[in-house]
């Protein structure tokens, strides 16, 4: 158990369907970070909210990507019309405890996407 | 921005053989360093980081990592690697204002000979 749990483990759509990913912390972090990771690459930046607030978005997230953290505990990450290039692993990621011995990430199983 | 680049893509060493995997940075004060594995099918996890202090710092599984600031290095060693030492290797920097974003690099992808 990593403290992160990612929903579904694997999804399967076809090209123009919308899909939704949910993810949830075990316990409250009021940071929590979305990232995607393509075949042979490392994870790639995409949002990240503190609380409710989305504060930061990658230009890799475009118009058909949104992120939602509504009550600043469980966050969705939802991509309209898919493409074939949106096939990915999608991380979800929280920090690890407060103060500086505790920054970095711990990150759920994953989110893998597969647009047939 | 700071940035990462691992330089190997793959990696092969035998069993029992020393391991060092590279790594450079960029960041134009003092970054903090991580390095996490990703086994197959597996999620990411965080082997060792360094914030501050001793250059050289201690991780899980019998890893070790040094910071090198005149280098802009941070590589990972193990002293002799195990078959189950197989997987993804990612080295990650962040910055001093530990509200910003972590940035990956590539991957070095290890390979283990019997």
């Known amino acids: 158990d990593t403290g992160v749990s990612q929903d579904p483990r694997h999804k399967i759509t076809k090209r123009g369907q919308n899909v939704t990913f949910r993810c949830d912390p075990i316990s409250e972090h009021n940071r929590l970070y979305w990232y995607r990771q393509t075949l042979g690459q490392g994870p790639e930046f995409l949002t990240y909210f503190q609380n409710e607030a989305q504060l930061e978005k990658s230009r890799l997230l475009s118009d058909r990507f949104s992120a939602e953290r509504p009550k600043g505990s469980f966050s969705t990450l939802e991509i309209q019309r898919t493409e074939q290039g949106d096939s990915a692993m999608y991380l979800c990621?929280?920090?690890?405890?407060?103060?500086?011995?505790?920054?970095?990430?711990?990150f759920g199983s994953g989110t893998r996407l597969t647009v047939v | 921005a700071q940035s990462v680049t691992q330089p190997d893509i793959h990696i092969t060493v035998s069993e029992g053989a020393s391991l060092e995997l590279r790594c450079n940075y960029s960041y134009g004060a003092t970054p903090y360093l991580f390095w996490y594995v990703q086994s197959p099918g597996q999620g990411l996890q965080l082997l060792l980081k360094?914030?501050?202090?001793?250059?050289l710092v201690q991780g899980i599984k019998g890893f070790e990592a040094e910071f090198k600031r005149s280098q802009s290095s941070f590589n990972l060693r193990k002293p002799s690697v195990h078959w189950s030492d197989a997987a993804e290797y990612f080295c990650a920097v962040g910055t001093m204002n530990r509200d910003d974003k972590i940035i990956f690099g590539k991957g070095t992808r290890l390979h283990i000979l019997p």
């Open positions: 360094y914030f501050s202090g001793d250059t």
């Open positions: 990621a929280i920090t690890l405890g407060a103060g500086e011995i505790n920054y970095g990430y711990t």
